[in-house]
């Protein structure tokens, strides 16, 4: 296994829960579904935009969120979906990375803001890193 | 959490008391029926006694009849702490900082407006983009963004985009002066650059309405309310802007907890110190968010004025009646022990009801609105009432069991209008995913919380997407 990813019901939001072998994996997992939940509509020639990322952040919980959110802000921005990440470094409060993606035409969901609600990385009896993120809609 | 776990005090207003866990600061105090309490997700619940843990709360926390659960306190919160030294908290103002609706007046009957309304709702939807990374084609510079965080709606009427009276008749005359936009990051104000005159996805929307039934005659007069009278109601925030100063400073505060000694059940309870540099810091940016949201509801107001008087003729006008915020934390005087005291007032998913004010009550897509009156009563809520119906089925239940195109038509059948470019959009805010809004308002007008004044049925709907 790599990662898995699945959308779990939420009355008001959307919940997401990841699966992967390593922390690595869980953070390319999270980026990748939280793409998925964009369902961004990306022309056919679109070109890749590549952007370097540093994060510091409070502990593991935190930079998958502070992560998650500095992608989400530059999606807004300048409407990228990035949905592919190359890590230089990971500790367990420190990312450097670099994300990949493609302007998109429209969105299929906008995200406010990616929550810390309930979030824990936890790995389980075989050992694989697993977490839950409720995204604000 | 059982109801036996709960100690009533009249029949819409019940305590969770302090006893009920060790760390509770002050009793927990939910407005509620029978009915609407069964509908009550005990995490919402849970979430409400988490928020009684807040440093500096005062008397109580309230939840009120619309409460679900969101991301530390829950939607429908109101805790109010000492001022100066109790806690602010970006995590009690959530992440659409001033999050509100404002209701504008026409001077038309829905019999003048019937024949136009087609045209109106179209022309509406073209002028106002409504998000999914759509923003308007023109892009404000930075300096622009900083003087509409600290100047707020006066800024904008004094480039000529309302009148004198939007101003009179906003929550904060639309411009809370402690707003210091050298405390909004880059990141927020680049996130807000095209998004001034927006409304954004979700349950945002802006609504051609007609004044259904008059409750309160008098009230109705000073508000200048009559029925069949057709009203817009615009319900929207602070977009990408907001979203992004909270999550800067939910970073910010999340790393003080150390310094102040702070220890909370929740993340997302994310708070520090009123008075300490890392509060007064956040106070003045999330006050800069809020002017902006103010801002674009006031711009939206100015385009959709432009549309209104291309459709009807230059001489026709739309006066606004209020604008209100339901996401936000304010210094405001409440009476404690028997003495007015300085508080620090934080409502996440909860209205401003101050006597006399006129207070707005959005429903669901295709379901009624309502605007009421403040009471003298609600100082015991910290004069805050209900914001809307909340959500009660999941969007991707809402999605199973309905189609956009269903909707649509069953919305038609009411003769009710809707304009969105997504179908999905439209059956994920389906009328069945929301509480009943009818039996919300109940329960705040029989606590005495608030005076029904008159109820709003929608002709057609301009919906986020």
């Not at chain 2, 927990?28 to 309490?37: D, E, G, K, P, V």
């Not at chain 2, 998913?349 to 009421?372: C, D, E, H, K």
Request: aromatic content about 8%.
């Amino acid at each position: 296994m790599v990662f898995q990813y699945q959308i779990l019901p939420h009355p008001a939001d959307v919940k997401l829960q990841i699966t992967a072998s390593t922390k690595e994996e869980l953070f390319q997992g999270a980026l990748k579904g939280m793409a998925s939940i964009i369902q961004p509509q990306i022309p056919p020639k679109a070109p890749l935009v590549k952007e370097n990322i540093e994060i510091q952040s409070l502990d593991l919980n935190a930079l998958l969120v502070d992560f998650l959110n500095e992608v989400l802000a530059k999606t807004d921005i300048t409407q990228v979906v990035f949905n592919k990440l190359k890590i230089r470094k990971l500790t367990d409060n420190y990312l450097q990375a670099e994300i990949e993606g493609q302007k998109s035409d429209y969105f299929d969901q906008e995200i406010k803001a990616v929550t810390h609600h309930g979030l824990e990385i936890k790995q389980n009896k075989n050992g694989h890193y697993q977490v839950t993120i409720l995204f604000d809609i | 959490m059982q109801k036996e776990n709960l100690i009533k005090i009249n029949d819409y207003l019940w305590e969770i008391p302090q006893s009920f866990r060790k760390d509770m600061k002050v009793p927990a105090r939910i407005y509620t029926s029978q009915r609407l309490f069964q509908e009550t997700e005990d995490e919402a619940l849970i979430q409400l006694v988490n928020t009684t843990t807040l440093p500096g709360i005062v008397k109580y926390a309230i939840a009120m009849p619309d409460i679900h659960s969101g991301y530390g306190p829950p939607i429908g919160g109101v805790g109010a702490m000492k001022y100066p030294e109790g806690i602010i908290s970006p995590g009690f103002v959530g992440y659409d900082e001033n999050c509100g609706v404002r209701l504008l007046k026409s001077e038309y009957t829905e019999e003048d407006i019937k024949p136009h309304l087609e045209k109106l709702a179209t022309r509406i939807q073209q002028e106002i983009p409504s998000g999914l990374g759509r923003g308007r084609a023109i892009n404000l510079s930075l300096e622009q963004i900083n003087k509409i965080l600290e100047g707020g709606v006066p800024y904008l009427v004094e480039q000529g985009y309302g009148e004198k009276e939007d101003i009179e008749n906003c929550e904060e005359k639309g411009e809370i002066e402690m707003a210091d936009a050298s405390c909004v990051s880059d990141y927020a104000k680049n996130r807000g650059r095209d998004q001034v005159g927006t409304l954004g996805s979700g349950n945002h929307f802006c609504q051609l309405d007609k004044v259904e039934e008059i409750f309160d005659k008098e009230i109705a007069k000073i508000f200048g309310l009559f029925k069949n009278q057709v009203v817009i109601m615009i319900h929207t925030g602070s977009r990408g802007l907001g979203h992004q100063n909270c999550v800067d400073y939910l970073k910010i505060v999340m790393g003080s907890y150390q310094k102040y000694k702070i220890q909370i059940p929740d993340r997302e309870l994310a708070c520090v110190p009123f008075n300490s540099p890392e509060g007064q810091k956040f106070f003045k940016a999330m006050s800069a968010a809020c002017n902006f949201a103010w801002a674009n509801r006031q711009m939206i107001t100015h385009y959709i004025r432009q549309v209104w008087k291309n459709v009807l003729g230059k001489d026709s006008n739309l006066k606004l009646l209020y604008d209100v915020a339901h996401n936000i934390a304010k210094i405001e005087e409440h009476e404690v022990d028997g003495q007015k005291t300085k508080l620090i007032v934080h409502r996440k998913g909860a209205t401003r009801a101050f006597p006399g004010q006129p207070v707005l009550i959005p429903g669901s897509m295709g379901t009624a609105s309502y605007v009421l009156g403040g009471t003298e009563k609600a100082k015991e809520s910290f004069y805050s009432v209900c914001h809307g119906s909340g959500r009660v089925m999941s969007r991707h239940e809402a999605l199973r069991k309905f189609t956009g195109a269903e909707v649509v038509k069953n919305l038609k059948k009411k003769g009710i209008i809707i304009k969105s470019f997504s179908l999905k959009g439209i059956a994920e805010e389906v009328p069945e995913a929301y509480k009943n809004i009818n039996e919300i308002v109940e329960v705040v007008e029989k606590a005495g919380l608030a005076k029904k004044v008159a109820q709003l049925r929608p002709l057609a709907v301009i919906k986020g997407e």
